[in-house]
């Protein structure tokens, strides 16, 4: 049997790396030509960690810093609360798709590929048609082509989004003093009375990640799309924050940062269809307060590469894969629909931990 993995993202890679360990000829083809960036760096829950111990081989060593402790703050700097967190970590997504790309066979990896339609023969799926006129023949695709999946589109059409209402700005500072400062701690600062937060964490030794999530129905919107517009934007939201959100947003660089207009859709009646299924974003999406998104990609990964090589044949594997993700996935989707509207509705204003616990806490 052979798989094409359409999408060489975090989800891609991953299922092309089990495949490949498990003795299944898989090929990942992605559209960049290298690395793919975007959504600069994320916290992952322990789940995706350990799937990363496994694909691991012994000469490599993991991206990424722990990240043992939440601190949750108001922005005159009262503190709410204080929580241990069960080992997550924080990776830059270029750090982790290269330490990725790296466990994936040289050969079996193809960038420069974008995705552009599937070829039937017999009202059959057969081939994947990229948009420089390659194509790769197979038995099974698999789209892990990330949020605005083409694959997805292809094969169950639009699917209808929901707004997030709340928008993201993100961005990553250079600061190895803060970085040290704030080492092993996920921190946010949100407003007991408006839809608004700005939250912290390091990435490496000498960089932070950091995000605004604001509520721009109320607090209005940035204004021109030019990076001085974002950084006056930002200042303005932040007025009266503590001292290190002024340092953060003083040593950023604007043109690196970025809005993200969040948005999901509800849990998909299946994954696949006929001889395609879908993985990662391309599946289901969750909004940014569960920070799942990774987590999930990989695990999606995980269950469906091991269906895959346990089932009598790829449909069987499907539903397999489908059994086990389901009810998991959905429950993220209304998590992160919950954490949203505590943080809009500003009257409950109580403390709610923006993560994803695991199944059994
Ligand atoms: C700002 C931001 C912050 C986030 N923070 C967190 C966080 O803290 N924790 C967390 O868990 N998640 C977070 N996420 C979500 C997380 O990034 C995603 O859930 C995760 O990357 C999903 O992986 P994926 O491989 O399914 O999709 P993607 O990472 O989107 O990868 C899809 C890949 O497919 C490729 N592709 C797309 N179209 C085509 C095509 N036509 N042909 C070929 N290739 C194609 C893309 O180039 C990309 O490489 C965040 C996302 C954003 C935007």
Known sequence: ???????????????????????????????????????????????????????????????????????????????????????????????????????????????????????????????????????????????????????????????????????????????????????????????????LAFGLIPTTTTELVWYIQYDPETLGDVEGDSPKDLESFCKALLKGFPSVVETVMDNNDFSTSYVWNTRDFDLLPSFHRDNVVLIGDAAHLALPFTSAGTTNAMVDAKVLSKCLKEEKDYTAAFFCYYDHRAAQVEGHVLLGRQLRDAFLNTGMAGFALPLIVDQSE
């Open 1 to 195: 049997m052979k798989v094409v993995i359409i999408g060489g993202g975090i989800a891609g890679l991953c299922m092309g790396i089990y495949l490949n360990q498990y003795g299944l000829e898989a090929i990942v083809n992605e559209r960049k030509g290298s690395v793919s960036g975007g959504g600069h760096a994320f916290l992952m829950h322990h789940e995706g960690i350990s799937i990363l111990n496994e694909l691991q081989t012994e000469a490599d060593v993991l991206p990424g810093k722990l990240v043992d402790t939440f601190v949750f703050r108001r922005p005159n700097g009262e503190l709410v609360n204080q929580l241990p967190l069960d080992e997550w970590q924080c990776f830059k997504r270029t750090d982790l798709t290269a330490y990725l790309s790296r466990l994936m066979p040289e050969e079996k990896l193809y960038n420069e590929r974008s995705f552009s339609h599937f070829i039937y023969e017999g009202g059959r799926i057969v081939a994947a048609e990229f948009l420089n006129g390659e194509k790769e023949y197979g038995d099974v695709f698999i789209g892990a082509d990330g949020a605005n999946s083409m694959v997805r589109r292809e094969i169950f059409g639009e699917v209808k989004f929901e707004t997030g209402r709340v928008k993201e700005i993100v961005g990553v500072v250079e600061h190895p003093d803060l970085a040290e400062g704030y080492a092993g701690k996920f921190t946010k600062f949100q407003h007991e009375n408006k839809g």
